[in-house]
């Protein structure tokens, strides 16, 4: 069993960043892919970005290079670099551990453990 805490949310004016933080529990995290989702009220938890254990980065489209994803397997914890913040961002954002041997990461269903959310509000 892993345990993931993010850190990182709050209250953003548009057009600002955020980093957020994702930190593991245990061992052999550095052969995980770690991915981001994020959901608002009302709405299905989507994908936001992941990246592979050997450090491969694939983000949503709609994005448009807003965001970078990040690890440092040396302190077992992925970021989430948010620029360019816009209201539509507004969500609780998760981390989440890749399942093992899969060859995409882009749905929930590729993942096995998840974190409790941190929540990002963008004012206008």
């Known amino acids: 069993q892993v345990q993931l805490v993010e850190s990182g949310g709050g209250l953003v004016q548009a057009g600002g960043s955020l980093r957020l933080s994702c930190a593991a529990s245990g061992r052999s995290f550095s052969s995980y892919a770690m991915g981001w989702f994020r959901q608002a009220p009302g709405k299905e938890r989507e994908f936001v970005a992941y990246?592979?254990?050997?450090?491969?980065?694939t983000y949503a489209a709609f994005l448009k290079g807003r965001f970078t994803i990040s690890r440092d397997n040396a302190k077992n914890t992925v970021y989430l670099q948010m620029n360019s913040l816009k209201p539509e961002d507004t969500a609780i954002y998760y981390c989440?551990?890749?399942?093992?041997?899969?060859?995409?990461?882009?749905?929930?269903?590729?993942?096995?453990?998840w974190g409790q959310g941190t929540q990002v509000t963008v004012s206008s």
């Open positions: 990246i592979s254990a050997s450090g491969v980065r």
């Open positions: 989440a551990r890749g399942a093992y041997y899969r060859s995409t990461y882009s749905s929930a269903e590729q993942y096995d453990s």
